[in-house]
């Protein structure tokens, strides 16, 4: 016996006022509002009666309009491709290597490092674990296989002292490979 | 805490965007998740860069449990101390685990024996060496392309054959003759180790050839013992090598039907960094050139088996009676 799935539809206001709407069932995925609005049922049996009610707009405060439109895009994708679990380990040293779907590939890279970062952290307060791991593995891959004086570099730290180098250098030996 | 830092300038080639975004400001837990898909030596490179992120690094959050899991899976034996310690400081038990594989090349009690009565415990594989000669190959499954034999030691002493022809029940059977075994740390032709570094087996009532205890080349953290004659692995040896005659130059040449993929393997420049701990791809101990106690070194027990001493002698003074007693051989 198959469940049948929520129709209704949820408003979503962001904290600008920008209203999005999408599926009951597609915002499931969210936990937190999927909470909020009681759209989870310990024993749902897809009783029509279950279903009925309509759904109050939800305010989330926390998000910007341009950071929710991303995540209901990702919201409403899901519902069509579900997005495969991430594996540990990763199994591939590239980004596309280890996230297959080009949907999501597409996705990841189509927005700026600063509103990845806005949508990891809404991902986080909405407790969306598929896009949270996403966007997470997207910043990954930019330290990924990266040197602690690249890494340095890009996050624009300041240097070690060469005592301090010497002393994390010689914590860590055990674990590299001299490579010739 | 570090100052707010930003990610600028991104390398990344498929990015097209080069804006900032502030990765100190994310809290620890998505600082934890990102770090958790990143590899060793990547977790460990990201604890260099400064003080707070060598201290988010060192925690179990940033997936050191994990990584140990993930690495351990791949191992024959692991440090107990190091699966004991994984809940409360999953970095310290990984460091532990390899430290342990690394720098300890002697069997533990518990690692070389077998317990029949909960099946816990390690079965050992057998084969001669070409060395033995072929009255020996001949017989030994492994050269007809067939596993390897496999015996268990146990606790009293014993050795037994393990046959696991129904694997929901292996059976554990005597020998077609009596194997014993103990421990010794100074062999006649061998220096001095500690305790688990050398076992003597006797066969028949007759002493054979010391096995030397050592870690496996493959990097599986197993163990390999090798005598002059035979060799177990604590895991299941691969099937022996085939080789093919290779045609090229004026002398046809026997190799080994892999050969151009095992070299390729081995002079490819590795250009990204590979954890020393990796396992390889190729077991060296399908190839007896590959192994290390020869004829020449363990010439005087193989000498004195051959002339049919029934004990083989040990400790510092054994050479020198042994000189005594064959001086010219």
Known sequence: MTTSKDTREVTLISSDKQEFKLSAEAVKLARMVASSLNLIQEDDDGDEDDTAAELDPLELSRVEGSVLAKVVEYLSHYLEEPMKEIPQPLGGTTFNEVMTQEWYQTYAYGMSDELLFQVLTAANYMEIQPLLDLACLRVTFQLQGKSAEEIRAILNLPKLTPEEEARAREEHRWVFEETS | ?329
């Open chain 2, 1 to 329: 805490m570090a100052a707010s830092v930003t990610l600028s300038n991104l390398s990344c080639d498929d990015n097209e965007y080069s804006s900032t975004f502030t990765l100190s400001q994310l809290p620890e837990e998505l600082l934890f998740r990102t770090f958790s898909f990143l590899d060793v030596i990547s977790l460990i490179d990201m604890g260099m860069t400064n003080h707070y992120y060598h201290a988010l690094c060192q925690r179990n959050q940033a997936g050191w449990t994990n990584l140990c899991l993930q690495l351990w899976k791949t191992k024959i034996h692991v440090a107990p101390a190091a699966r004991s310690l994984v809940q409360e400081h999953a970095l310290a038990a990984y460091r532990l685990a390899c430290a342990d594989a690394t720098q300890r090349s002697y069997v533990t009690k518990p690692e070389f024996c077998y317990n029949p009565d909960t099946h816990q415990g390690t079965v050992w594989s057998f084969r001669f060496k070409e060395s033995a000669g072929t009255d020996w190959t001949s017989v030994d499954p492994w050269y007809r392309g067939l596993p390897c034999r496999q015996m268990v030691f146990l606790e009293s002493g014993k050795g037994m054959q393990y046959v696991n022809d129904d694997e929901d029940s292996p059976r554990l059977l005597d020998p077609p003759v009596p194997i014993a075994w103990r421990f010794l740390t100074r062999p006649m032709d061998l220096p001095e180790r500690p305790l688990g570094s050398y076992v003597r087996f006797t066969v028949a009532g007759r002493d054979v050839p010391t096995y030397s205890v050592r870690r496996s080349p493959n990097g599986n953290w197993g163990f390999v013992m090798e005598s002059c004659w035979g060799l177990y692995a604590s895991y299941p040896l691969p099937p022996r090598r085939k080789k093919i005659l290779r045609r090229a130059g004026e002398e046809p040449t026997w190799v080994h039907a892999d050969e151009e993929d095992w070299t390729c393997w081995r002079n490819k420049r590795i250009r990204t960094r590979r954890h020393l701990h990796a396992t390889l791809p190729h077991d060296p101990l399908q190839d007896d050139s590959q192994l290390l106690i020869t004829n020449e070194i363990q010439w005087r027990e193989a000498f004195l088996y051959n002339v049919g001493a029934r004990v083989l002698p040990e400790g510092d003074q054994a050479i020198d009676e042994f000189d005594r007693a064959w001086g010219g051989v």
